[in-house]
């Protein structure tokens, strides 16, 4: 006997986080009107709306789009204008060896951006006779690390192609334009506002519409302090009508009184648009002081992670310094760093862990290991981690002799230039500024006088003392 299995039924979405056909042409022609006054000049932008080969223009705005996620615009501009200068053309790309993309990539963090961006170059070049793939899917399909978003980008603002895309600034739009309370980052909020952002989108402008939707929110419906004084969707606003005075409220009220929905047609009368509503921020969750800062709703963060290691600087006589080279997969993946060991959170056998790591996995001489020189604690954030390198410094006369565990790839000396230049990470230049700045204190201290003088040193007299007649030998 079969049982019958009842089916969960659909979540229910009111009008009130919809647009109507009408509402959609004035939004996409107020938004686009924006955008052509008030754009940021882009170099990506420029070579998107100038460049008449397509897979130039698709090779461009995916390294743009690769760089930008994570990582702010005003970060990503003189590395982007860097890279295209060294590799103009996919092909370029193609040819370069993972050492050298990463050494332009350093800084921008997120490595694995870097080793997806060659290997896509790779892929392009060798299986697709260096075309791009002509639509989002394809992008998707073909090019490492592309996914629903990026693949929506690159195909609307290179291609042309009639898609929206949703990324953290367009979400916060349509949280608060549409009064979406719901935890955005659930499966069910993301189609919805996915589901927007493809009727939105502008047939003829998709690549400026997407734009303009991301520029928006990035500059004037931002995370904290909105100009809603300002805004050109104002009058479509949700949160604005819930949060604004009553002479504001009345106008918008007005607006959503004359929308074009049947099932509901009168103006919208609380936090909820109706009792049922799966997209409605609940009465209870509303918080008059923060205004149409109440959406976007998020999920409760998760806490950072709390590592510690121990990172030491081998310097030889000459100034060059040991750097090794991580594994080839797993974070900070390829990059030089400093001769590290992990250390356990509580341990109160730390350093002589670190002595005896020094001894056995680097061959440093253990009076050199245990009379290391404490630099400074040095704290780095990777995406869920809280990373504190305890940071030491260690004197070689002998550079010859030293090992490295078998998890690196290998070892070489570096002047400090030479690190500069090579594939490091941020945290690894951090490290570096804090052993300089701990070597040009002790330098101002010795000029001032003020290094403690070693015992045998002779005390200077008092001027008391000179006047006092030494006693005489008997």
């Known amino acids: ?173 349509f949280a608060r334009v549409r009064g979406i309370g719901a935890d955005i980052t659930l499966q069910s909020t993301t189609e919805h506002m996915w589901t927007l952002a493809n009727q939105l989108v502008d047939s003829d402008r998709p690549g400026d519409f997407n734009q303009a939707m991301m520029e928006f929110g990035a500059t004037v419906c931002t995370p904290k302090n909105p100009s809603c004084n300002s805004c050109p969707l104002s009058v479509h606003c949700v949160s604005h009508h819930r949060s604004g005075d009553q002479q504001e409220r009345a106008s918008i009220t007005n607006h959503f009184k004359k929308r074009k929905m049947p099932s509901e047609s009168s103006a919208v009368p609380d936090i909820e648009c109706l009792p049922e509503c799966a997209l409605c921020l609940r009465k209870e969750d ?90 400074a604690d040095v704290i780095h954030i990777f995406s869920h981690i809280r990373q504190t390198y305890k940071v030491y410094k260690i004197l070689l006369d002998d550079q010859k002799g030293l090992t490295w565990p078998s998890r690196y790839q290998g070892g070489q000396w570096m002047t400090r230039k030479e690190f500069v230049t090579s594939a490091t990470s941020t945290a690894m230049k951090k490290v570096l500024k804090a052993v300089e700045v701990s070597e040009e204190k002790n330098k101002n201290e010795k000029k001032m006088g003020l290094v403690e003088k070693s015992p045998d040193t002779k005390k200077q007299k008092t001027i008391s003392q000179f006047f006092t007649a030494a006693p005489k030998k008997k």
């Open 1 to 173: 006997m079969v049982k019958n299995v009842k089916k969960a039924s659909a979540a229910v979405i009111g009008s009130l986080h919809q647009f109507t056909e009408d509402e959609v042409v004035t939004v996409r022609q107020k938004l686009l009107t924006w955008y052509d006054a008030n754009h940021r000049v882009l170099p990506w932008r420029t070579i998107a709306a100038t460049e008449p080969d397509r897979s130039k223009r698709a090779y461009a705005v995916w390294v743009s789009e690769i760089m930008l996620q994570q990582t702010q615009v005003s970060t990503v501009v003189s590395y982007f204008v860097k890279w295209m200068a060294k590799w103009p053309t996919v092909e370029d790309l193609a040819r370069a060896t993972l050492e050298e993309v990463n050494q332009v990539w350093a800084g921008l963090g997120y490595y694995s951006r870097a080793r997806r961006l060659h290997e896509g170059a790779v892929k392009v070049v060798k299986e697709l006779d260096g075309e791009f793939p002509d639509d989002r899917d394809s992008l998707i399909q073909h090019l490492p690390g592309i996914g629903r978003y990026s693949g929506s980008a690159i195909a609307s603002i290179a291609l042309g192609c009639g898609v929206g895309v949703v990324d953290g600034n367009v979400n916060r739009v």
């Open 286 to 375: 509303w918080d008059s002081s923060l205004g149409v800062q109440n959406y976007p709703r998020k999920a409760q963060k998760t806490q950072s992670r709390q590592k510690a290691s121990a990172v030491v600087v081998l310097q030889g006589n000459s100034g060059e310094m040991l750097l090794v080279q991580r594994p080839k997969k797993g974070l900070l993946a390829n990059l030089w760093e400093f001769p590290s060991i992990a250390l356990t959170d509580g341990d109160s056998h730390q350093e002589k862990e670190v002595t005896e790591q020094l001894i056995n996995q680097f061959a440093v001489p253990s009076s050199l290991s245990s009379s290391r020189i404490f630099v």
